[in-house]
């Protein structure tokens, strides 16, 4: 090895992230140099047939209980920082952040347009719905102060250690059996060396080598045909933090940036897919059903646009019919299902602009920008890092029992695209309203809690999606109205105890006044009136109030009939039962 | 009085009120102040500890005292004791205030220690020699014209001027028990895993142990006793509770079986030193052990394993070093945060240091990891498993803990692959989580030689009752 080495001092120095004088390089270079010469003598070490390993120890690590606790020293924390602005860290803005495009002239001679098909394979980060953090208590939800939630360990202060979160672990085998992986019974966690100020300890916790999951595919459908997509793994990882930009808007021309280390090793997996998908709209189908897949699996809340589930998408083209894969752009920043899509979409054609152009496609990062609808370089693969993986000494590998797998597995229920088939099939949803509950697992669930109930599916998706959903504005299962409520409710429509119409202003009410269905037709006095002696009375008073419409009906203007019956109504203010009237009715004046 | 006192003594004398915790650590405190300035020792002095002792003091006449209530320790500057400075003897962590205590420090606090102050080191412990400090040299209290040894030569140091009667140090490949075989006291580093790591700064993580500079070991084995044990912000620590810990004995040398490994008195090694070693095992035999030459061959590997893994391990802990949260932070104005990094590392960071950091990120760097890192712990492994060999053989492994006597001051300074190459003998037991400790055995042209002793892993408390035996029968006598 030693005659292929190449030390390339700048690069080493450029990943240390510090500078040294031109003297200084040479000696340093000198001293690798020396080391590296004396190093190599365990080249002839006979040891190529060991497992390599980061300790010489045999132990299994430890796992920590997922109970949320507040560290309640932030002071000390923040004490020792530098600059604050409030609670959170200030620093200056990032410079260089995006690259510089290169100038595409229009006026190149155009070649022959080939058929090119597309190539896309997607990374979608999905945070866990743990109560505290991957690596530490820190509790994991949104919404305080910049860093009042942290402690030690998530602001990377010197001496502190991970410990892993035995729930993050639970949660990402149970995606694991969802999206048909291979669980892996020996995992390793590995440091991604980089540095970043929302990152604290300058590299992430993540997995490398050797993830928990492998393998797997997920199915989806589209215009009705099916597809398996293929997966290459999931892993676990920690966030980073979050970087406010102070003084300007979005992420360019900002004075500084003030750092909430809040969301700093909050629990993600990593779904990893094969290069397997063809379309845009492939592309956005498989993320709304691993989403729906993951929040059905209640390990995930799935909102996109707050950054609980984010995706990246690896893009290339190739002559249709080619094996060799092309070069490949990374898309990041695609906060939307739509945004997914149209991002895809718009790369697409712009590599096949630049092989249009004979231009070369160059392997780089790029951003979607929301507002202008195009990607943007980000970074070129020259300026693509060494992230310098290793396993991390401070975490032994993680091992699974298969009674803990299994028990996982049998908390794994029918997939929301199983359910979606059987809503078609076996209660006759429509595919507009079966593929609703698949894409919103919380609608499902509601739907069958109150389908235990009451045994009528077509009547509660009526109700459901024309009534309920129109009056929820907030999140779905923070909403009032209980299953059991529910269903009381269409039973009562059923043995017509209330009629459609007042059913209606029933949930209008209790939407407006935050009560149960129950409660507003017990205390508002909307029960349709079925006592036959109490209508008979208010027929008879609306009679006699009306002896000349009495006579002409009877001598044979019979749309008369209506009228009674609308004054009936009226009278009892909607509540009596319309078919005891009709039947009164017709007794009387016949 | 206090020349020589064991934590044993102090403990036994307060109980008997022959003396007093303020008498005691009045008499510590001035004789640093007074006398440290020729051995630089010490970086921060705890502010409070007199107080802290007067409320020992309290404690025994009330009857509330703890075990251990009113010792005087003093701690390496890498090991966090909230609301004092931690700096690691590095300007990027001059200003660092610990915001927490480090689990062994919440422990021994919690039986009563108090912390006389944070000592001195080689800059994130990575060196031998405690000159590349940014507070300056440490110097040998035996003769001043030497090197205490390091990386915790601070914390040697300072026992064996008689500051205090025991310190904590870290040791990644030898870092407590090199200074102490230089300073002419007793370093032991423990099994890893025994003592918790969380609030030990960051080194080589996979290699780092907290350990303890003392005058007997017995010492270490009542300071360990109090720091042991599962600590739940430690993945990697461990359960196991060692025999003759908890209930403290000599243990004496009949039957046992003894190697001396042959690779660490050959050639490279001092003659002078290896005759002391011998010399010292021999009347090993009279107190009814076995002693044999053992080789471990795989040992040739160990300083190029250790000097692989321990920069990887190092250039990644030293990355979170950028300015942002804690620490200097370069004062260039107009910068961006990238300059921020590059800036106030380059300001913050020694040389060696930033050597360590370099060669870390080629090991890692893609192209290299398979023929650096990869390779090295697989010969990591090929030497554990010849430790585990050995081991099935022997209940003690013996070295010598320097092949060399100790460096004059500077003389290490162009040759730094001299001084990697001088921690052969006590990289392995780091390498191989085993635990290990090194007592004086006489001296070479008046500088201290200290021996090594190896144990099983988790022996420790049979590796320290041997030391102890070794100490009050055969090496006493020779001092």
């Known amino acids: 090895m ?589 | 009085m206090t020349e020589k006192l064991t934590v044993k003594k102090i403990i036994e004398g307060y109980n008997k009120k022959e003396f007093s915790v303020s008498e005691i650590s009045g008499k510590y405190y001035k004789k640093i102040e007074e006398e440290d300035k020729k051995y630089n020792s010490f970086i921060t002095l705890n502010s409070s500890f007199l107080k802290e002792s007067e409320d020992s003091q309290a404690k025994y006449q009330a009857n509330t005292n703890n075990l251990l209530e009113g010792v005087p320790i003093g701690v390496k500057d890498n090991i966090l004791v909230k609301d004092i400075l931690c700096t690691c003897a590095s300007k990027i962590l001059s200003n660092f205030v610990s915001p927490y205590n480090a689990t062994v420090i919440d422990r021994l606090k919690s039986v009563g220690v108090n912390f006389i102050g944070k000592t001195n080191m080689d800059e994130f412990a990575m060196g031998s020699t405690t000159e590349n400090s940014f507070y300056g040299a440490t110097k040998n209290p035996v003769n001043v014209d030497y090197v205490p040894g390091g990386s915790s030569g601070g914390s040697a140091s300072c026992v064996a001027a008689g500051f205090v009667p025991a310190a904590l140090g870290s040791d990644t490949g030898g870092s407590v028990r090199q200074p102490a075989s230089f300073c002419g006291i007793v370093g032991y580093k423990p099994s890893y895993g025994l003592l918790s790591r969380y609030g030990l700064v960051a080194y080589g993580s996979s290699l780092d142990q907290i350990g303890t500079l003392t005058n007997t070991c017995e010492d270490a084995a009542i300071l360990v006793k109090y720091m042991k044990g599962v600590d739940r912000n430690d993945s990697t620590s461990s359960n196991i509770n060692p025999l003759n810990i908890d209930d403290f004995k000599q243990i004496d040398l009949k039957n046992k079986k003894i190697g001396i490994i042959r690779e660490t008195i050959g050639e490279n090694t001092d003659k002078r030193i290896s005759q002391l070693i011998l010399e010292t095992t021999k009347k090993f035999q009279k107190y009814g052990a076995t002693v044999e030459e053992v080789t471990i061959p795989a040992l040739e590997y160990s300083v190029s394993i250790y000097y692989i893994i321990a920069p990887a391990e190092a250039s990644s802990n030293l990355a979170r070093y950028d300015g942002i949260r804690y620490g200097l932070r370069t004062t260039k104005k107009d910068v961006d945060a990238k300059t921020i990094f590059t800036e106030t590392r380059k300001d913050g960071f020694g040389e060696e240091v930033k050597k360590r950091i370099l060669i870390g990120n080629f090991v890692l760097s893609s192209g290299y990891y398979d023929a650096y890192y990869k390779k090295a712990q697989k010969a990591r492994i090929l030497l554990s498993e010849q430790f585990r060999e050995s081991f099935a053989k022997y209940d003690f492994l013996i070295t010598p803990t320097s092949p060399v006597l100790p460096f004059k001051i500077g003389e290490g300074v162009n040759n730094p692959l001299a001084l990697y190459v001088a921690d052969l003998c006590t990289i392995p037991a780091n390498l191989s989580g085993l635990p290990a400790v090194s007592i004086p055995v006489g001296k070479v042209d008046g500088l201290p030689v200290g021996m090594q002793i190896m144990a099983k892993r988790f022996d420790d408390g049979l590796l320290l009752g041997v030391g102890e035996f070794i100490q009050k029968n055969i090496t006493d006598g020779d001092k």
Not at chain 1, 334 to 349: G, P, Y
């Open chain 1, 2 to 590: 030693s005659d292929k080495r190449h030390i390339d001092i700048d690069k080493l120095i450029n990943l240390g992230s510090f500078e040294v004088s031109n003297e200084e390089k040479k000696q340093f270079e000198a001293g690798i140099e020396d080391f590296l010469k004396y190093a190599e003598v365990i080249n002839s070490a006979p040891c190529n047939d060991l497992q390599p390993a980061s300790h010489a120890i045999q132990k299994d690590a430890f796992l920590r209980d997922d109970n949320a606790k507040i560290w309640e020293h932030m002071e000390g924390l923040l004490k020792n920082a530098p600059i604050l602005e409030g609670t959170s860290f200030l620093v200056p803005p990032q410079k260089g952040r995006t690259g510089k495009e290169k100038e595409v002239q229009e006026n190149l001679s155009i070649k022959e347009v080939e058929d090119y098909e597309t190539v896309i394979g997607l990374e979608v980060h999905a945070h866990l719905k743990t109560h505290s953090k991957l690596f530490c208590s820190c509790p994991t939800e949104f919404g305080n102060a910049p860093n009042a939630n942290t402690c030690p360990v998530c602001t990377g202060q010197p001496g502190v250690l991970p410990v892993l979160n035995k729930e993050s672990v639970n949660m990402a085998i149970l995606a694991g059996i969802a999206v048909n992986c291979k669980i892996n019974k020996k995992s390793v966690f590995a440091r991604k060396n980089y540095f970043y100020p929302d990152l604290p300890k300058a590299y992430q916790i993540s997995q490398f080598e050797e993830p928990i999951c492998s393998g797997g595919w997920v199915e989806i459908e589209v215009d009705g045909v099916s597809k398996k997509i293929k997966l290459n793994r999931i892993h676990m990882e920690e966030d980073a933090g979050k970087m406010v930009h102070v003084g300007a808007p979005g992420i360019w021309g900002s004075k500084a940036s003030a750092v909430d280390y809040n969301r700093s090793s909050v629990p993600l997996i990593e779904i990893v897919t094969e290069p397997d998908i063809s379309t845009a709209k492939e592309a956005k189908e498989y993320v709304i059903m691993l989403r729906a897949i993951l929040v059905s699996l209640g390990i995930c809340d799935g909102n996109l646009e707050e950054g609980s589930l984010r995706c990246d998408a690896n893009i290339s083209i190739r002559p249709r019919g080619t094996k060799t894969l092309g070069v490949k752009t990374e898309i990041k920043n695609m906060n939307s299902f739509k945004a997914i899509e149209r991002a895809i979409d718009f790369e697409v054609e712009r590599q096949k602009k630049l092989k249009k152009l004979g231009l070369p496609i160059e392997q780089e990062t790029r951003l979607w920008d929301e507002s202008s609808q195009k990607t943007f370089l980000m970074r070129s693969k020259e300026e693509s890092h060494d992230y310098r993986y290793f396993p991390d000494p401070d975490l032994l590998p993680l091992t699974l029992t298969d009674e803990l797998i299994d028990s996982l597995r049998k908390k794994v229920g029918e997939s929301p695209l199983d359910k979606k088939r059987k809503y078609q099939k076996d209660y006759n949803l429509t595919e507009e309203e079966s593929k609703l509950m698949m894409v919103n697992p919380e609608y499902a669930n509601y739907f069958e809690e109150t389908l235990k109930l009451y045994n009528n599916p077509k009547n509660i998706a009526n109700w459901f999606f024309n009534e309920i959903l129109s009056y929820i504005t907030q999140e779905f299962d923070k909403f009032h109205i209980t299953a059991d409520d529910f269903a009381s409710f269409l039973k009562k429509i059923d043995s017509n105890e209330i009629s459609g119409k007042i059913g209606k202003s029933v949930i209008r009410k209790a939407f407006d006044n935050k009560k149960s269905l129950m409660e507003i037709i017990e205390t508002e006095g909307v029960k349709q009136i079925t006592d036959t002696k109490e209508i008979e009375n208010l027929i008879d008073s609306i009679l006699n109030a009306n002896q000349d419409k009495v006579a002409e009906y009877k001598s044979g203007k019979v749309k008369l009939f209506g009228f009674f019956v609308g004054e009936i109504m009226k009278q009892s203010k909607g509540k009596a039962n319309p078919q005891v009237v009709n039947d009164i009715l017709k007794g009387k004046i016949g």
